[in-house]
């Protein structure tokens, strides 16, 4: 299963109003450290439906919402509960290493 | 139990494993998760790689490098070591997955990471303005003024690259000459868009939320000054990955893996080392490659003089 993609027209709906835990993978096609995480991600997502959705936006296509949440560096991994950011990852790691970071909202 | 097993996917490790593969050595290449291909998958255009006169894209030379390994047999696993074990006959290499594997040598070709400033505010601000690598992050700065902080050939090559988004970039070294290669300063020189700070070392970085300037040390005057910026770009060097086997094998005062003379052979028997790991100067693509040759050939050798029971042992390609 592959993270579903959201847009500046369905953000709100996927993410700020999303009554569950979101992660947004801020990325894009030229990112190679993207590319490589991308699949890591889809992992954790279907070890975890229960408990956390995971989704992606592509910085090309959707700038103005890259802007919004200050993007400078992708992969970006931000995780939003009730619509605020509550935790930051940026750059490609091994799952061990992002399980660790997200710890706290995999549990 | 395998006859080798190969740590590392940049040049070095895929061409290490082209001649095992074609030895027949059947080679468990342990390429990382995220890091896959190693530095030239961050790079854009190689123009400096033999044989491809028009230059080619770092990461096509990579997938072509992996391409070629695999055709003879080596296989390729994208998961990162955690541990080895290197004393003995037997090596065992465990994974981030938990699996272990064992062979009978080993080619460790990790290469080198990005050399930090070393500044209290660099974590704080990392993603925030302050990057290493351009071709992931440059999109972001658009109509900005950032700076790049180095004089070799990835310093160049980054703030080359910039120009593409950035409205200027600085480049800001230490030094009143560059390390770069020639063909690199001409074009940096050449740019419109690039100027150089000489003689300036980066002693703070500023910003709250995200950067916003650099506070600079005048080398020569002592003077401190400071330049407001969008973003800063760190290429100061690389350091070897050499953080899995301290206390197992031996460091040269450099920090890379130390080797017998001209050999890939490393302090521990059934132990080689190629690539930028071993290398505190030359660091080039095909030095690598070239590196990843002679480990391989040192260890085909040394394989080929072990006792035929351990080798018979090592017939099968299989889980530890």
């Known amino acids: 299963m592959s993270a579903r993609a959201v847009t500046d027209a369905t953000f709100d709906q996927e993410v700020i109003n999303n009554e569950k835990t979101v992660l947004v993978d801020f990325w894009a096609e030229w990112c190679g450290p993207c590319r490589a995480v991308s699949p890591i991600l889809d992992q954790i997502a279907s070890e975890n439906a229960d408990k956390l959705d995971i989704v992606k936006l592509n910085v090309d296509d959707f700038p103005a919402l890259a802007a919004k949440y200050q993007i400078t560096s992708i992969p970006a991994m931000k995780v939003f509960q009730k619509g605020e950011v509550v935790k930051t990852v940026i750059g490609a790691k091994p799952k061990v290493a992002l399980e660790k970071d997200l710890a706290a909202y995999l549990a | ?320």
């Open chain 2, 1 to 320: 139990m395998r006859q080798i097993i190969i740590i590392g996917s940049g040049p070095a490790g895929f061409t290490a494993a082209i001649y095992a593969a074609r030895a027949n050595l059947q080679p468990l290449l342990i390429a990382s998760s995220v890091e896959a291909g190693g530095e030239l998958m961050n790079t854009t255009e190689v123009e400096n790689y033999p044989g491809f006169p028009d230059g080619i894209q770092g990461p096509e030379l990579m997938a072509k490098m992996q391409e070629q390994a695999e055709r003879f047999g080596t296989e390729v696993l994208y998961d990162d070591v955690t541990e080895l074990e290197l004393t003995g006959d037997t090596k065992t290499v465990t994974l981030g997955s938990g699996e272990k594997h064992e062979a009978l040598a080993v080619i460790f070709a990790t290469g080198s990471a990005y050399r930090k400033l070393g500044l209290p505010d660099e974590e704080r601000l990392s993603g925030r303005g302050v990057s290493w690598c351009a071709t992931c992050d440059g999109f972001f700065f658009k109509e900005k003024t950032i700076a790049v902080i180095g004089g070799g050939d990835s310093a160049m090559e980054e703030a080359t690259f910039l120009t593409r988004f950035a409205s200027k970039v600085y480049v800001v070294h230490r030094k009143d000459t560059l390390r770069a290669s020639k063909i690199m300063q001409e074009r940096a020189f050449a740019n419109p868009k690039i100027e150089f700070v000489w003689n300036s070392e980066v002693v703070g970085i500023t910003g709250t939320d995200a950067v916003d300037g650099l506070v600079l040390r005048n080398t020569v005057s002592g003077d401190e000054t400071s330049l407001p910026l969008g973003g800063i770009f760190v290429a100061i060097g690389n350091d070897p990955r050499t953080h899995l086997v301290h206390n197992k094998l031996d460091l040269t005062p450099e920090g890379t893996i130390a080797v017998a003379g001209r050999s890939g052979k490393t302090s521990q028997t059934g132990v080689f080392a190629a690539g930028d790991v071993i290398d505190p100067t030359y660091r080039q693509a095909v030095t690598a490659a070239a590196s990843g040759t002679v480990a391989a050939l040192d260890a085909e050798h040394y394989l080929a003089l072990l006792p035929e029971d351990l080798l018979a042992d090592a017939s099968e390609p299989a889980l530890a």
